[in-house]
Nanobody, 124 residues
């Protein structure tokens, strides 16, 4: 059983930065993949970024490459999403997910546990 709790969302102007955190309870293994997804109003939940818990591999959606960075702190069992150069189209509820159980890491159905979500709003 894994529980995920996100924090760090808020309101920011375009071009600004936010850092999201996802604290995980339960055992996370080095072979596990943890992910971030987001869902804007009226849209499907979409992949944002993922990380292999060992830290050796990271994965990003094309829309956030070069602006967002996913990382983890093993000692704190926490995954982070550093978001820079934010745009109004980044406005969404951001969800932490994991660990991936099977299937493509880019698909929401591959993840078994989800956090409650944190709102990110980027004003123009």
């Amino acid at each position: 059983q894994v529980q995920l709790v996100e924090s760090g969302g808020g309101l920011v102007q375009a071009g600004g930065s936010l850092r999201l955190s996802c604290a995980a309870s339960g055992r996370i293994f080095s072979s596990h993949i943890m992910g971030w997804f987001r869902q804007a109003p009226g849209k499907e939940r979409e992949f944002v970024a993922a990380i292999l818990w060992s830290g050796r591999s990271t994965y990003y959606a094309d829309s956030v490459k070069g602006r967002f960075t996913i990382s983890r702190d093993n000692a704190k069992n926490t995954v982070y999403l550093q978001m820079n150069s934010l745009k109004p189209e980044d406005t969404a509820v951001y969800y932490c997910a994991g660990p991936r159980i099977s299937g493509s890491l880019y698909l929401r159905n591959s993840y078994n546990y989800w956090g409650q979500g944190t709102q990110v709003t980027v004003s123009s």
